[in-house]
């Protein structure tokens, strides 16, 4: 059975169901809808102006493959990845409540990224050896993600930063949206890169976008207390460890990260939704703080990581 905390918005349960707080902690059904499939698509059966926020990090370009070719991310060059990108967000726009908040995680590469550093891993006659097979990840390929593009001399030169996350942010602001906040996310446990010819990449930007110029926000419940011990803003550059996942999957933001911006970003009993769920970090602090959740997940093996997960947090 699965009933809404609000009637604002009609929703069905698939796949999982919701879980109960004691009454002591939270007196109504917590909705949770988490289905398997593509977001774009599933997102329409929604009103609408029900969402309270859209919390997520999408997959990064060139970075990894998750089920095969023409999946986002897999675009030919990275140009093409940021306007697919903002097509997914547009999509979910008028899903978003006029007052509602959209937070984006999003990374950075470097072009040629991993094409020269794959050659160590070959054998004398040029296969890849079990030692790099062995090396990667379940999700990650054993081949280099970016063969098909030649070097111009100018974007594409190897070695080359992306600024994809600027390219982002500024594709969102010409298509309309409102960028209130680039928030760094800084990583302290980073581990040690072996580059030796540039500083270690030790962060990522979270980009803050609103539809409209009033829109809710919570500022007291993300404030963190001065040195004079009074309550301050905490400033838009945030230190939070990267969190460890058991098995193959890694976790893309930590609770800690998600809990800022859900506390300051939706009202308790709101409605929060991922388009790409991965591992489920936003579904199980959005629960843990009292707000329903919507989730979409394309990828099988991540969905019923994410169900486990949840299964063992509640």
Same mark, same amino acid.
């Given at each position: 059975m699965c009933q809404s905390a609000t009637k604002k918005f009609d929703t069905e349960c698939h796949l999982f169901d919701e879980k109960i707080q004691s009454k002591n902690d939270f007196e109504i059904k917590l909705n949770n809808t988490i289905e398997h499939g593509d977001c774009r698509k599933l997102i329409s059966k929604f009103h609408d102006d029900t969402i309270d926020l859209i919390v997520t990090s999408p997959p990064y370009w060139a970075k990894r493959i998750y089920n095969g070719s023409g999946e986002l991310g897999s675009e030919e060059t990275p140009e093409e990845f940021v306007k697919e990108l903002v097509n997914y967000f547009n999509i979910f726009k008028p899903k978003l409540k006029k007052t509602g908040n959209l937070f984006v995680n999003i990374g950075d590469t470097f072009f040629g990224s991993g094409a020269g550093a794959w050659n160590k891993y070959l054998d004398e006659n040029g296969e890849i050896t079990q030692t790099q097979k062995d090396r990667k990840e379940k999700f990650f390929t054993t081949k280099p993600l970016q063969p098909k593009l030649k070097q111009n001399g100018k974007l594409y030169q190897n070695k080359q930063l992306l600024l994809i996350p600027a390219r982002f942010a500024i594709a969102m602001q010409d298509s309309g949206w409102i960028l209130r906040d680039d928030i760094i996310w800084h990583k302290p446990n980073r581990i040690p890169a072996s580059v030796k010819d540039r500083f270690n990449n030790t962060y990522e930007h979270v980009f803050h976008f609103v539809k409209n110029k009033s829109y809710f926000f919570d500022l007291d419940s993300v404030k963190v207390i001065g040195a004079n011990g009074n309550p301050k803003n905490p400033g838009d550059v945030w230190s939070i460890n990267t969190q460890a996942l058991d098995g193959d999957h890694?976790?893309? !933001?930590?609770?800690?990260?998600?809990?800022? #911006? &859900?506390?300051?970003?939706?009202?308790? %009993?709101?409605?929060?939704?991922?388009? !790409?769920?991965?591992?489920?970090?936003?579904? #199980? &602090?959005?629960?843990?703080?009292?707000? %329903?959740?919507?989730?979409?997940?394309?990828?099988?093996?991540?969905?019923?990581?994410?169900?486990?997960?949840?299964?063992?947090?509640?």
């Amino acid at each position: 059975m699965c009933q809404s905390a609000t009637k604002k918005f009609d929703t069905e349960c698939h796949l999982f169901d919701e879980k109960i707080q004691s009454k002591n902690d939270f007196e109504i059904k917590l909705n949770n809808t988490i289905e398997h499939g593509d977001c774009r698509k599933l997102i329409s059966k929604f009103h609408d102006d029900t969402i309270d926020l859209i919390v997520t990090s999408p997959p990064y370009w060139a970075k990894r493959i998750y089920n095969g070719s023409g999946e986002l991310g897999s675009e030919e060059t990275p140009e093409e990845f940021v306007k697919e990108l903002v097509n997914y967000f547009n999509i979910f726009k008028p899903k978003l409540k006029k007052t509602g908040n959209l937070f984006v995680n999003i990374g950075d590469t470097f072009f040629g990224s991993g094409a020269g550093a794959w050659n160590k891993y070959l054998d004398e006659n040029g296969e890849i050896t079990q030692t790099q097979k062995d090396r990667k990840e379940k999700f990650f390929t054993t081949k280099p993600l970016q063969p098909k593009l030649k070097q111009n001399g100018k974007l594409y030169q190897n070695k080359q930063l992306l600024l994809i996350p600027a390219r982002f942010a500024i594709a969102m602001q010409d298509s309309g949206w409102i960028l209130r906040d680039d928030i760094i996310w800084h990583k302290p446990n980073r581990i040690p890169a072996s580059v030796k010819d540039r500083f270690n990449n030790t962060y990522e930007h979270v980009f803050h976008f609103v539809k409209n110029k009033s829109y809710f926000f919570d500022l007291d419940s993300v404030k963190v207390i001065g040195a004079n011990g009074n309550p301050k803003n905490p400033g838009d550059v945030w230190s939070i460890n990267t969190q460890a996942l058991d098995g193959d999957h890694t976790a893309t !933001f930590p609770e800690k990260l998600i809990e800022k #911006i &859900v506390l300051c970003a939706s009202p308790e %009993n709101g409605l929060v939704y991922d388009p !790409f769920l991965g591992t489920g970090t936003s579904w #199980i &602090v959005s629960n843990r703080l009292k707000r %329903n959740f919507i989730g979409h997940e394309i990828n099988e093996d991540f969905i019923n990581y994410a169900n486990q997960r949840y299964n063992k947090n509640f």
